[in-house]
């Protein structure tokens, strides 16, 4: 599967911005989902998952309550809503894949995943 994300930018404190995570392939919806980010001399973090049904989902302690993990299976996309931005959301995201056969995985950890997309980066003034 190919991964294309979109939507970054530059958002001052406080504002928000919505992350779009396309995959190619008939089959997204046997794919559990990731959103991960890497800041600037920093090591990529794990941000956010869902599960291939979608039902299921999982976040880092610092952007819970702030951001949402949701995805379109018949459109095959996966998206990212980023509400009450900080200066230290700062960074390239990227969206990740992993085919499962069980509807309800999680996957938390960058090893697990197999498929990455190209990243797209998201800068928060002060």
């Known amino acids: 599967v190919q991964l294309q994300a979109s939507g970054g930018g530059l958002v001052q404190a406080g504002g928000s911005l919505r992350l779009s995570c396309a995959a190619s392939g008939r089959t997204f919806s046997s794919y559990a989902m990731g959103w991960f980010r890497q800041a600037p001399g920093k090591e990529r973090e794990f941000v956010a998952a869902?599960?291939?049904?979608?039902?299921?989902?999982y976040y880092a302690d610092s952007v819970k309550g702030r951001f949402t993990i949701s995805r379109d299976n018949a459109k095959s996309t996966v998206y990212l809503q980023m509400n009450s931005l900080k200066p230290e959301d700062t960074a390239v995201y990227y969206c990740a894949a992993r085919q499962t056969s069980y509807s309800g995985s999680l996957y938390a950890i960058e090893e697990r995943y197999h498929y990455w997309g190209q990243g797209t980066q998201v800068t928060v003034s002060s």
């Open positions: 869902i599960s291939p049904s979608g039902r299921s989902t």
